[in-house]
């Protein structure tokens, strides 16, 4: 089966500028996260998405948004671009639900953003 | 978040087993724990989940001490394809990973 797709692989954006990153989950999973890889902090969560909607979200400024379509594709949002913002941003999808259950999570290759 | 920690780096020969250590002294009883490996420039790659019970599938072994303070991913037969970096992390009620250091896995020929 396919897996995540993320789009695009690779992005230059100039400081202040915005830009907006889209994440295609694997068909029937409902849960959609991201996160955001440097070689300084790691990876670190930003949000998660379930049925359209932002179940929990991480420790970073209002400049990064995402949203959730009925087809439970993802995209995010970085306004503003920092120099700071340059990194790996991943997306995660999983079956995701409501129970206790947990189920692993398949990551997407990613796409590299450097703001210059 | 709960925390768990790990050894920075381990070295493993090619064809030998390999057990990766963690703590996680502060887990909840809800927490489960994931072992994610990542290899250069790839996302994440899940290995292994579990919550209570020893855990087992085609890419290793998950032994989850009975106080759940620690757990060891055990990769039976280590092969090139193997060295990664290893995360070991605990998943609350909050649907989130919270990714620390991990570990570097080597595996010499």
């Known amino acids: 089966k396919a897996g995540v797709t993320q789009t695009p692989r690779y992005l230059i954006k100039t400081r202040g500028q915005q830009v907006t990153l889209s994440c295609s989950p694997i068909s029937g999973h409902r849960s959609v996260s991201w996160y955001q890889q440097t070689p300084g902090q790691g990876l670190q969560f930003l949000f998660e998405?379930?049925?359209?909607?932002?179940?929990n979200k991480g420790n970073f400024p209002g400049r990064f948004s995402g949203r959730q379509f009925s087809n439970s594709r993802s995209e995010m949002n970085v306004s503003t671009l920092e120099l700071g913002d340059s990194a790996l941003y991943l997306c995660?999808?999983?079956?995701?639900?409501?129970?206790?259950?947990?189920?692993?999570?398949?990551f997407g290759s990613g796409t590299r953003l450097t703001v210059v | 978040d709960a925390k768990t920690t790990q050894p920075n780096s381990m070295e493993s020969n090619e064809e030998e087993p390999v057990h990766l250590p963690c703590n996680h002294s502060?887990?909840?009883?809800?927490?489960?724990i994931h072992w994610y490996r990542q290899l250069p420039s790839q996302g994440p790659e899940y290995v292994i989940h579990?919550?209570?019970s020893n855990v087992n599938n085609r890419m290793a072994s998950l032994a989850i001490a009975e106080d759940r303070k620690s757990s060891t991913l055990i990769l039976h037969r280590a092969t090139l394809r193997d060295a990664a970096v290893y995360y070991c992390?605990?998943?609350?009620?909050?649907?989130?990973?919270?990714f620390g250091a991990g570990t570097t896995v080597t595996v010499r020929a």
């Open positions: 502060t887990i909840s009883g809800t927490d489960y």
């Open positions: 579990g919550l209570t």
């Open positions: 992390i605990l998943q609350g009620d909050d649907y989130k990973l919270s």
């Open positions: 998405y379930f049925s359209e909607t932002q179940r």
């Open positions: 995660a999808s999983s079956l995701g639900g409501t129970g206790r259950q947990s189920d692993g999570y398949t």
